[in-house]
C-alpha cells in the first residue's frame, strides 16, 4: 500500500523573481513503512519557446551595463565584460560560425580548459543553431578520436596547437571534420572577423528555429566502465535546470546586500556541472569568472584577485583545503589550537541544522563565543584563501559527509550539496537554504521526482532529464526510460522528511564469499580525507574478506614526517616506515567504524604509485575506473588475498 501526503516539518524557502518569500513543501510518498518518492513541484514553469541562445541578447536588452562577466589579461588583470560586450562578442563569433559554412544542426566540439572563450563558443554555437560537443582536455588522442567520429562533428576548437597537432594523424578517419581553430592562436578572434559580412538577421533567423526540444549539447559520459554515451540534452533542459536552481539557491544567484555576487569558475567545462553553472551565471546575471587550472599555485592567486562569493567544487578539493590548513597549523606550532577550532566549528554547524530544522535552540552563548574566539585564528584564514568574500559553496561530485559540511558551516561557509548526472544537465537533489540535512545530498531540485526501486536504485523523472542518447546513425535518439524514470545506477535512500542519501553504485557492489554485500563508497569516501591518503579503491567482490588499495598523498606525507623529525626518503623506501604503516591501520580502524563486522576492511596495500587521471586510472571528474585499476594492480590484489585475513600487506620492493 502506498500513501503520500506533504512533510509537516519540511519546507523549501525560495523567492519569486520579485524577491516575495514562498514555501513549498515536497511531496512524500511511502510504501511498507518507508519513504520511497519524493517531488518539490516547479518554482519556474517549463519552457514553451525560445531558447539558452536568447540569454546573451536578453540580458544586453534589459541590464546592457550589469558586469556579467571577467575575462583574466596577459598582466594578470581581471576585465569586466558588461551584458552588451558579451553579447557582441557572441554575435560576432556566431556570424563567423555560419560564414565558414556551418548549418544549423551542424556538431561544433571544444576541447579546452575553463577559460573564457569556451562560454563565448558555446552561446555563439547556440546563436549559429550549432550543437556543441565537449571534450576533455585531459582526453587521449583515442578518446577524442572516438567522440569526434561518434558525434559527427564537423568543426573542433582546441585550446593549445599541441592538442591540435596530436590529433592530426587520426584526420583520415575524421570524415567528417571539416574545421580546426585554436584558442591560443587567435583563432576565434579571426572567427569573428570572418563574419563581418554576414548580416545580425541571419544570426536572428538561425535563433528564431529554435526552440526548447532543440538539441543543444551532445555531452559523453565519463566512461568508468566501457565506452561514453553521447547525453543528448536540449535547451529546455538546461532552461528547466538552471531557473529552478537559481530560484532556489537564490542566496548564490541573487545579491542580498550591497556586495555583488560573483563566481570564480575553476571546474572542467566539459563536464555537466560545470556547463550548468556558466550558464545559470548568464542566465542570473551572476559576474562569471574563468580559472582554467586546479593547481594550488595558480588558482590561489584567481581567488585572491578575483574575490569571489561563491564557489563550485568538489569534496576531494575541500578535503584538501581543510588537510591544508591543518597542516600550516601544525607547523607553526598551532595544532592544537587548530583542532579545538574544527572542534567548535562542527558543534556550530550541527547547532545551526538543529534550529533550521526546529529540533534545537541554535548556537549558545558560550558557543557563540568560542567561534568569535577562533574566527581570526582559524576560520577567516580558510575564508581569505579563498578571496575572502566566500559565503557559500556549491558541492557535487561524490558526498561530501557531516565531518566536512558542519566545519565548513560553522567557519561561515554554506555549503548547498547536490547529486546529478550528465543525464539530468547537473544537479537532481541539492540542499535548500536553511534547511540543510548534513550527510544528505538534499531535497529534489524543484520540478523533480526522485524514487527509491525496490532495489535500492535511484530513479529520477523531470523536464531536466535528457530524453534519449545520441545516436550517430541517425536513427534519432536511443531512449534513456521507457516509463518516465530514469535509473541512475545509483543506490540511496530516503528518510522521513524526503531527504536522500546516496550509499553506492549497483554495479560497484562488491558480494563477498559468504554472501555480504558490500557498497565502497562509505569507506573509501571516509579514508579519502585522511591528510595521508590520496585515493582507495575497496574490493573483495567474491573474496572471503573486504580489503583496499591505497595510495599516498606526497605532500600530505612529506610534511607528516617533517613534523616527526623523520628525514625525507624516496617513495618507494616510505613503505619501509612502520609508524606510517601504523598511522594508515588507525586510519582504517577508524573507518571501520562506519560499518558492520563482514563489511570492514581486514587488509590493505599501499601501491607505490598514486592513481591518477594521466595514468589512466580516474575519470576526469575523478571517479575510480576500477576495471583499469583492478587488472593493472591486480598481482597486488592476488597478494592481500594470500596471508592472514586483517593487517596490512607490505609487497618487498623489487
Request: glycine fraction near 10%; charged fraction near 20%.
Amino acid at each position: 500500500m502506498s500513501t503520500s501526503h506533504p512533510s509537516a516539518s519540511a519546507t523549501v524557502h525560495s523567492t519569486t523573481y520579485d524577491g516575495t518569500p514562498v514555501l513549498v513543501e515536497p511531496e512524500i510518498r511511502y510504501a511498507d513503512g518507508a519513504a520511497r518518492e519524493v517531488s518539490v513541484p516547479p518554482f519556474v514553469p517549463w519552457s514553451t519557446h525560445g531558447s539558452l541562445a536568447e540569454l546573451p541578447f536578453d540580458n544586453a536588452r534589459v541590464a546592457p551595463e550589469d558586469r556579467v562577466l571577467s575575462r583574466r589579461t596577459g598582466d594578470g588583470r581581471w576585465v569586466d565584460v558588461t551584458a552588451a560586450r558579451f553579447a557582441e562578442e557572441v554575435l560576432a563569433v556566431a556570424k563567423g560560425l555560419i560564414a565558414t559554412g556551418l548549418a544549423a544542426g551542424d556538431r561544433l566540439a571544444v576541447m579546452a580548459r575553463t577559460v573564457y572563450e569556451w562560454t563565448v563558443l558555446d552561446f555563439a554555437a547556440w546563436a549559429a543553431g550549432l550543437v556543441t560537443v565537449p571534450i576533455y582536455p585531459t582526453s587521449s588522442v583515442f578518446q577524442a578520436r572516438w567522440i569526434l567520429q561518434n558525434s559527427g562533428a564537423v568543426a573542433l576548437v582546441t585550446e593549445t596547437a599541441e592538442q591540435a597537432s596530436s590529433l592530426g594523424p587520426e584526420l583520415s578517419r575524421l570524415p567528417d571534420l571539416r574545421h580546426m581553430w585554436v584558442i591560443e592562436r587567435g583563432h576565434v578572434e579571426r572567427l569573428a572577423e570572418h563574419g563581418t559580412d554576414v548580416g545580425d538577421q541571419e544570426v536572428a533567423v538561425r535563433r528564431g528555429m529554435l526552440s526548447p526540444d532543440t538539441l543543444a549539447t551532445v555531452v559523453y559520459t565519463s566512461g568508468t566502465t566501457g565506452r561514453p554515451k553521447g547525453c543528448a540534452l536540449t535547451h529546455g533542459n538546461f532552461l528547466a535546470e538552471v531557473d529552478n536552481a537559481i530560484e532556489l539557491l537564490y542566496p548564490v544567484f541573487r545579491s542580498r546586500t550591497n556586495e555583488e555576487a560573483a563566481i570564480l569558475h575553476f571546474l572542467p567545462m566539459s563536464h555537466i556541472f560545470g556547463r550548468m553553472v556558466a550558464v545559470a551565471c548568464i542566465r542570473a546575471r551572476v559576474r562569471l569568472g574563468h580559472a582554467p587550472s586546479l593547481k594550488s599555485e595558480e588558482l590561489l592567486p584567481d581567488l585572491a584577485s578575483f574575490r569571489p562569493t561563491c564557489l563550485i567544487t568538489i569534496p576531494y578539493m575541500l578535503e584538501k583545503v581543510f588537510n591544508v590548513a591543518r597542516a600550516r597549523a601544525e607547523t607553526g606550532g598551532r595544532v592544537t589550537a587548530f583542532d579545538r577550532a574544527v572542534g567548535v566549528a562542527r558543534r556550530y554547524g550541527e547547532a545551526l541544522e538543529s534550529r533550521h530544522a526546529g529540533t534545537g535552540p541554535g548556537p549558545g552563548a558560550a558557543l557563540k563565543a568560542a567561534r568569535t574566539f577562533y574566527d581570526p585564528l582559524v576560520y577567516r584564514r580558510i575564508r581569505n584563501a579563498m578571496g575572502g568574500r566566500v559565503r557559500y559553496m556549491i558541492c557535487g561530485g561524490s558526498p561530501l559527509g557531516r565531518r566536512l559540511s558542519s566545519f565548513y558551516a560553522g567557519a561561515g561557509i554554506e555549503i548547498y550539496e547536490g547529486y546529478g548526472l550528465t543525464e539530468t544537465t547537473g544537479a537532481s537533489t541539492v540542499t535548500p537554504p536553511l534547511k540543510p540535512r548534513m550527510g544528505s545530498v538534499g531535497w529534489p531540485l524543484p520540478g523533480t521526482r526522485v524514487r527509491i526501486a525496490a532495489d535500492g536504485e535511484i530513479l529520477l523523472a523531470g523536464a531536466h532529464v535528457l530524453r534519449g542518447y545520441w545516436d550517430p546513425h541517425g536513427h534519432g535518439l536511443a531512449p534513456a526510460a521507457g516509463d518516465g524514470w530514469l535509473a541512475t545506477g545509483d543506490l540511496g535512500h530516503l528518510d522521513d522528511e524526503g531527504y536522500l542519501y546516496i550509499t553506492g553504485r549497483k554495479k560497484e557492489m562488491l558480494i563477498t564469499a559468504g554472501g555480504k554485500s558490500v557498497a565502497p563508497a562509505p569507506l573509501e569516501n571516509w579514508l579519502r580525507a585522511h591528510p595521508l591518503i590520496s585515493q582507495v579503491m575497496v574490493v573483495g567482490d567474491t573474496r572471503p574478506y573486504i580489503s583496499a588499495l591505497i595510495t599516498l598523498d606526497m605532500e600530505g606525507v612529506g610534511h607528516w614526517r617533517r613534523m616527526r623529525g623523520k628525514h625525507p626518503v624516496p617513495a618507494g623506501l616510505l613503505l619501509d616506515d612502520e609508524d606510517l604503516r601504523s598511522t594508515l591501520q588507525r586510519a582504517v580502524d577508524e573507518a571501520n567504524k562506519l560499518v558492520s563486522r563482514p563489511e570492514s576492511i581486514r587488509r590493505f596495500t599501499v601501491l607505490p604509485v598514486d592513481l591518477t587521471e594521466e595514468a589512466g586510472h580516474l575519470t576526469p571528474s575523478m571517479k575510480l575506473k576500477r576495471d583499469v585499476i583492478a587488472e593493472e594492480f591486480g598481482s597486488w590484489i592476488e597478494e592481500m588475498y594470500a596471508g592472514p585475513a586483517f593487517g596490512t600487506h607490505h609487497r618487498a620492493r623489487s
